[in-house]
């Protein structure tokens, strides 16, 4: 039997191994990127998987200046790499020389999906969100019992704000079943009212161990919640779907402690001062009561109150006084108010009486109107059948040269009518008399 290894040097055999392996000193691997980070030295260290394993991998800065494409969570890339061992922790890792940008991870597709399904319900809106209380007495926590999130948001309760009581909810916050838990936790903090405020989330990590707070049961507890929800999940680089539907997003858990509660150490503070103020304004408001005191202990009226008495006697009578003349004078002033309204009211009963009057007569002279029209027209008629009659008329006919002759009262006729007696001519314009002669032939001559 040989002699048992250290680890250090079975990690440091298989890092050999690997590294003496051709095919495996540069390697093109197609994954999708999570728990991607930055680093100040400009190194990326993410974790590269597929749907049935992962591999952590590092790019130092001199490789990483060459992409070119802006590489996040959810990114598929196509890499090349050498595949070795961090002695340290004696995982096998791959060491990214090249790095290209292969479409977006099935995750991340969802994520913007879902984000832009509830941006368009109009659940990001600042309307939507609860303010959160100033004081709260009773502040709940949703998330696991065996994450850093609960001490490290405990921790800062107790230091800020002693007072409020913590509501502990326990859930998974990653897995399949987390979000069911989280939507149940929540339902019961409303349906109880168990808690002022309510914080929700976890600490950081990728993308599929945030996923819970990405599911759509969980953030629409969120949404329908009516006590006020503050998001903490992951680091400050994180985002989730109920980061922006909560009421309030927090970069840490740390953060959403102190944004719930008041600082303790400041409201004692601010407590001392207004005291402070409170017991100087009081103190000059007691020494200006008890001048005021000595004032009037000192005063006249309370040396001869008799006196005092006399003047406040003849300030009653005269305010009695001043009150009857007043009085009087109010009476007057109504009385003629009333006068003047009854003068009012008259004269407007007489202008409407004028105006009714003013209305009878444009009645009659409409009627006086249509009885002259109607007298034009008979009169109109009247003066065409003198016309008419004028037109027949014996006056009209000797106008136009014929005379008639009248003898003793009586018209002739005929010639034989006529006696020897004189007899009138008739013209229109006057008249002759006039005398039968017969000659001698046996005709009859009218002189």
């Known amino acids: 039997m040989t002699n048992p290894l250290q680890v250090s040097e079975l990690v440091q055999y298989v890092k050999r191994e690997l590294e003496n392996d051709s095919l ?10 999570s728990n991607f980070k930055r680093h100040s030295s400009g190194h990326l260290y993410f974790t590269l998987k597929d749907e049935q394993s992962r591999m952590k991998a590092v790019m130092f800065a001199r490789d990483a200046g060459r992409v070119k494409t802006d590489i996040r969570d959810g990114a598929r890339v196509i890499i090349t790499a050498r595949i ?6 004696g995982e096998m890792q791959l060491y990214v020389e090249r790095m290209m940008e292969d479409g977006v991870g099935v995750l ?8 832009e399904d509830v941006e368009a319900r109009g659940w990001f809106e600042a309307e939507q969100k609860l303010p959160l209380p100033a004081f ?3 502040i709940g926590i949703v998330t696991s019992p065996k994450g850093a ?15 409020a009581a913590i509501v502990f909810a326990p859930v998974l916050v990653q897995g399949k079943d987390a979000a069911p838990q989280i939507v149940r936790a929540i339902e019961a903090m409303n349906e ?10 976890r600490g950081g990590g990728s993308i599929e161990e945030l996923w819970a707070f990405n599911e759509m049961s969980v953030v629409t507890a969120i949404h329908q919640s009516r006590i006020p929800i503050v998001s903490a999940v992951g680091h400050e680089t994180d985002f989730t779907i109920s980061d922006f539907v909560a009421d309030v997003r927090a970069a840490t858990p740390t953060a959403a402690a102190e944004l719930v509660t008041p600082e303790a150490v400041e409201l004692a503070k601010r407590l001392t001062e207004l005291n402070r103020r409170l017991t100087r304004h009081y103190a000059q408001y007691i020494n200006e009561r008890k001048d005021h005191v000595n004032r009037l202990a000192t005063s006249y009226g309370l040396k001869s109150p008799r006196v005092l008495l006399g003047l406040k006697q003849e300030r009653l009578d005269r305010a009695e006084m001043g009150l009857h003349r007043i009085g009087k004078q109010v009476l007057q002033t109504k009385q003629q108010a009333l006068t003047d309204q009854v003068n009012r009211f008259a004269r407007i009963a007489m202008q409407e009486r004028l105006a009714e009057q003013g209305r009878q007569v444009i009645r009659t002279r409409k009627q006086l109107e249509r009885i002259h029209a109607i007298m034009r027209s008979k009169q109109d008629r009247l003066h065409q059948m003198i016309a008419r009659l004028d037109s027949v008329s014996p006056t009209q006919v000797m106008l136009r040269g014929y005379t008639y002759v009248e003898q003793d009262g009586r018209l002739v006729r005929s010639v034989t009518e006529l006696s020897d007696q004189t007899f009138r001519v008739q013209f229109h314009d006057g008249s002759i008399l006039a ?9 009859r001559t009218i002189l």
């Open 435 to 443: 005398k039968r002669e017969d000659e001698e032939d046996g005709n």
């Open 192 to 201: 109880h009212q168990a808690c002022d405020v309510m914080i929700i989330g």
């Open 108 to 115: 991340y597709e969802a994520y913007i999906r879902l984000k």
């Open 84 to 89: 070795s061992v961090y002695v340290a922790s």
């Open 136 to 138: 709260p007495q009773r």
């Open 24 to 33: 495996l000193q540069q390697v093109q691997v197609v994954g999708e990127v």
């Open 149 to 163: 999130a609960l001490h490290d948001i405990a921790t800062t309760l107790r230091r800020r704000y002693p007072q």
